[in-house]
């Protein structure tokens, strides 16, 4: 019987399944985009449930437009966005929305932890304090302390719908070592949760579910569940990754000094080291657990990079977003195209593109600006701005890892995720890093990652790391220009500068925006 495996990624603008064989070749995907909810400013949130219907959605879809029989389905595995959390009760159901990684509303509790214990978190977790569970699960005990009494267990968007298509229960929750170094609790290199964290912030320790490998099998689609995807009872359900990490370990990033570029609705710049280095210097940098356990990928991100451009296209490019769907083209390679006349730096036009806060080092008072801007400058300056500030951003991540990493030869950039399709961007990003970028044979690198965790739970693959050497390899290189990187490495310096003289001013902004507004005369 031939051996078929189904990765699902659950991320935060929409849910992709895909149907893959045993030799890492597509078979057929699917796609539904998922709604997010913003019920005062800085608050996002998205559903459950929304998550569950999407993933039934786009597996049923896949399976069908792959023609393979559900029997032939030997695993499936689930990923899905990392900062935010899910909670449930002993019985599995939703307590609350997800709150999502883009939602600041636990701010206060962020600048709380960083009082009490900073370095302890970041020596313990790998990660300063930030936008994610620790301080977003302290929010829901500090104001909502009725509804965290009902919460059983906090969990992720991917273990939510993996739980429900196998009717598991709320003491039968589940983590895999990829989020821990979100979780504020977890001691990451030990793989287990913290006590002493859990002590100082008086969290109960059985509110967290246990931790697993991303291989092991957690659950089997129930009856009712199978029949709405169109897969059959019992297929083995694996626990799967979080988004980053699958989406590295697809791109086949398990080589020390292999670095990764994911550029989707945010931009992380990370590489692949063995030593776990905490950033208490900085305090920008992340330390994340691979798929693979002996492997880590320190990292940092710019929350919402790619969508800074997602809202350029449907606030600003409507014109030419109305054009290229006419055309039935891509809205970012009509903009890329006239982004490309624009000369280096924007003819001096710099963009900020904190529009959501900036997330390491936490400050959530910082927004986004434009600085420079005469008028001379048109739409395309501002949109290969952008493409420009989050290459500058990279710029600042590559500095601090070569100095808590000096011994790393950096070999290539991998690029995933919806912007690695742009050329264009990564000839700009390669130009600005001053290292090359990789393009791969194949796109579907977080369904590939799954596929492969999938088929080694169930014994189809017997090593992860050869397998995904197999199926992934560079296929172009996309070389740095020097003089291109010399005058490039002028706006990174300038552009830390502008960040940086910036604070007091959005600091100013945030203390009036907190003062009651007069009301309008009619």
């Known amino acids: 019987m031939s051996a078929f495996l189904i990765g699902v990624d659950i991320g935060t603008m929409g849910t992709k399944a895909a149907v893959m064989n045993a030799d890492g070749r597509l078979m057929a995907d699917a796609y539904d985009e998922l709604k997010l909810y913003y019920p005062r400013p800085g608050w996002v949130e998205q559903y459950p449930e929304d998550f569950y219907r999407s993933a039934i959605k786009t597996i049923r879809q896949a399976l069908k437009k792959s023609r393979i029989s559900p029997r032939d389905i030997s695993a499936i595995a689930f990923s899905g966005q990392m900062a935010g959390v899910s909670t449930i009760d002993k019985n599995w159901r939703p307590v609350t929305h997800y709150d999502s990684w883009l939602d600041v509303r ?60 196998a009717s598991l229960k709320g003491d039968e929750a589940y983590q895999d070592h990829s989020y821990l170094h979100f979780s504020g609790f ?53 626990a799967g990754a979080g988004d980053t990490a699958v989406s590295s370990l697809g791109a086949g990033i398990v080589e020390v000094g292999m670095a990764f570029d994911i550029a989707g609705a945010a931009s992380v710049l990370s590489t692949c080291v063995d030593k776990f280095v905490p ?77 959501g806060g900036k997330v390491y080092p936490y400050d959530p008072k910082v927004r986004g600006c434009w600085f420079g801007f005469n008028w001379s400058h048109r739409k395309a300056h501002f ?76 014994g189809v693959f017997k090593d992860i790391k050869s397998t995904i050497k197999t199926f992934v390899r560079p296929v172009r290189r996309i070389e740095p220009r020097l003089r ?39």
């Open 106 to 165: 636990c701010e206060p509790l962020v600048d709380y932890v960083r009082k009490k214990c900073e370095e302890l978190v970041i020596r313990t977790v790998g990660a300063p304090p930030s936008i994610a569970h620790g301080p977003k699960i302290l929010w829901w005990k500090r104001e909502k302390p009725k509804v965290f009494q009902r919460i059983h267990k906090f969990i992720m968007p991917a273990v939510y719908v993996a739980g429900r298509l």
């Open 186 to 238: 977890a001691d990451a290199r030990r793989l287990k949760w913290s006590e002493e964290l859990c002590e100082i912030f008086d969290v109960p320790f059985d509110k967290f579910p246990r931790i697993v490998k991303p291989w092991e099998i957690v659950g089997e689609l129930n009856s009712r569940q199978a029949k709405e995807c169109g897969l059959v009872k019992g297929t083995p359900i694996a």
């Open 279 to 355: 950033d208490t210097k900085y305090k920008t940098m992340y330390l994340a657990r691979s798929v693979i356990p002996d492997l880590w990928y320190p990292q940092a991100y710019l929350s919402g990079g790619g969508l800074c451009l997602r809202w350029f296209r449907d606030e600003i490019a409507t014109e030419e977003k109305a054009a290229a769907l006419r055309q039935k083209r891509d809205p970012y390679y009509v903009l890329d195209a006239i982004a490309k006349k624009v000369p280096l730096g924007s003819d001096y036009l710099i963009f900020i593109p904190h529009l």
């Open 383 to 458: 949109y290969r701005s952008i493409l420009e500030a989050v290459a500058y951003e990279y710029g600042y991540y590559l500095r601090i890892l070569k100095d808590l990493y000096p011994d790393v030869k950096f070999t290539e950039v991998r690029a995933v995720g919806g912007g690695a399709r742009s050329d264009f961007w990564n000839q700009l990003k390669a130009d600005v890093l001053g290292i090359p970028y990789a393009r791969l044979n194949r796109p579907e690198f977080s369904v590939l990652g799954l596929a492969v965790i999938a088929g080694y739970s169930v």
């Open 484 to 522: 291109y990187r010399r005058y490039y490495e002028q706006y990174v310096q300038l552009y830390l500068k502008l960040s940086e003289a910036l604070q007091g001013c959005y600091a100013e902004l945030f203390n009036i925006s907190m003062r009651k507004r007069p009301s309008s005369s009619r």
